[in-house]
């Protein structure tokens, strides 16, 4: 069982570059996230889905796309990335809205 | 004002003290309440739900909640140098149900 997984790891890339960030989760859970954290901004959320077939924006979803492939995969896209886009990207997931949250290891993102 | 507003710390404490975090909320519909602990460069982990006004308790930690003053706090006994991290308070607002982070309280637990 291994919970969320997240890949992947560490990625650095030039302005302008694509990427595609992939997470799954093995819990069966209905509803999953993306976040970005920032030093002094705490967790914010990029996109949301909270069921199969269903994707919401969060806080601060511009320049990021988002597809639920299937119940235990969701992925974030960035098109072009840009240097305000370097952070730290965490996935998770729940079972429902209102209930406890279960974290990836993250993604560590740097574009230059 | 931010929704979830905690103070960022550093809080020192003496090992073995207790660490009080405190957490308030501007959603006063707000039904879901979490405390998180993440180590740096981890993932955040889940320490503590609640759900109803009062007190829960879980080992060394205690979570308090006042729907009314629209504040929560969780309370760490016997504090060790392990519980050096960086505690995240979460609420679940009324209507779109989205989790809102605050942006965390350092803590020091120092030996």
């Known amino acids: 069982n291994a919970g969320v997984t997240q890949t992947p790891k560490f990625q650095v890339l030039k302005t302008g570059q694509s990427m595609t960030l992939q997470c799954a989760q093995d819990m069966n859970h209905n509803s999953m996230y993306w976040y970005r954290q920032d030093p002094g901004m705490g967790l914010r959320l990029i996109y949301y889905s909270a069921s199969e077939g269903t994707t919401d924006k969060g806080e601060v979803p511009n320049g990021y796309n988002v597809s639920r492939l299937n119940k235990r995969e969701f992925s974030l896209r960035l098109e072009s990335a840009a240097p305000s886009q370097t952070s730290v990207y965490f996935c998770a997931s729940s079972q429902g809205a209102q209930e406890t949250q279960y974290f990836g290891p993250g993604t560590r993102l740097l574009v230059l | 004002q931010k929704e979830v507003e905690q103070n960022s710390g550093p809080l020192s404490v003496p090992e073995g003290a207790i660490a009080s975090l405190n957490c308030t909320y501007s959603?006063?519909?707000?039904?879901?309440f979490f405390w998180y602990r993440q180590y740096s460069g981890k993932s955040p982990e889940l320490i503590m739900s609640i759900y109803s006004n009062g007190d829960k308790e879980d080992g060394r930690f205690t979570a308090q909640l006042n729907k009314a003053s629209q504040y929560v706090s969780l309370l760490i006994r016997d504090s060790q140098p392990s519980d050096s991290a960086t505690y995240l308070c979460?609420?679940?607002?009324?209507?779109?149900?989205?989790?809102?982070f605050g942006t965390g309280t350092r803590l020091k637990v120092l030996a």
């Open positions: 959603d006063r519909g707000s039904q879901s």
């Open positions: 979460a609420v679940v607002t009324s209507g779109t149900y989205k989790y809102i």
